[in-house]
């Protein structure tokens, strides 16, 4: 069985890239703390994982809007590790979790403009031959502030002749 599930912070902003195919990819990087003994936390050190992230379709949409650099996040997936050569005929394994699921544990701050910790953005435009996008920020829409002469009492008998169900 191939099972991956991590909770961890965004290091950066996701990387969205919409393929010719018109298939979104999202990349992304994931700080995972270790457990490490009690001697070395007393002593003040922390053991931390980065692990590289690519979702797709509907999740790496996801990941694009609404999350962002220092994000607490769960995610799912499959662990994958693949070989590829380098334009300089180098050969480099890489591995990544390819993830299923994402669901973001905190909430966006609120003091931080762009896209990735609003809450929501659409799309600026689809990013041509595989080159990266960020959506556009959307417009925010605060509650207008609801005044008392506006309400009225939906229990409020208007019939002014006496009970009507006697």
């Known amino acids: 069985m191939n099972q991956v599930i991590l909770i961890g912070r965004l290091v950066a902003e996701p990387e969205g890239t919409q393929l010719q195919s018109g298939v979104m990819k999202a990349s992304m990087r994931l700080a995972v703390d270790r457990e490490i003994s009690r001697e070395k936390k007393e002593a003040g050190e922390v053991a931390t994982d980065f692990i590289n992230i690519v979702a797709w379709s509907k999740t790496a949409e996801f990941a694009v809007n609404y999350l962002g650099k220092g994000r607490l996040v769960a995610i799912t997936g499959k662990l994958q590790i693949r070989d590829y050569t380098t ?80």
Not at 90 to 101: C, L, M, P, Q, Y
Not at 141 to 151: C, E, G, L, V, Y
Request: glycine fraction near 12%; hydrophobic fraction near 25%.
């Open 87 to 166: 334009k300089e005929g180098e050969k480099r394994t890489v591995s990544e979790v390819i993830a299923e699921k994402i669901k973001g544990l905190d909430r966006a701050p609120e003091n931080v403009s762009g896209n990735a910790n609003s809450g929501g953005g659409s799309y600026s435009r689809p990013a041509q031959d595989g080159q990266a996008f960020r959506p556009q920020q959307a417009p925010v829409q605060r509650p207008q502030a609801i005044r008392t002469d506006d309400i009225t009492d939906p229990f409020e008998d208007s019939y002014s002749g006496g009970n009507p169900f006697a």
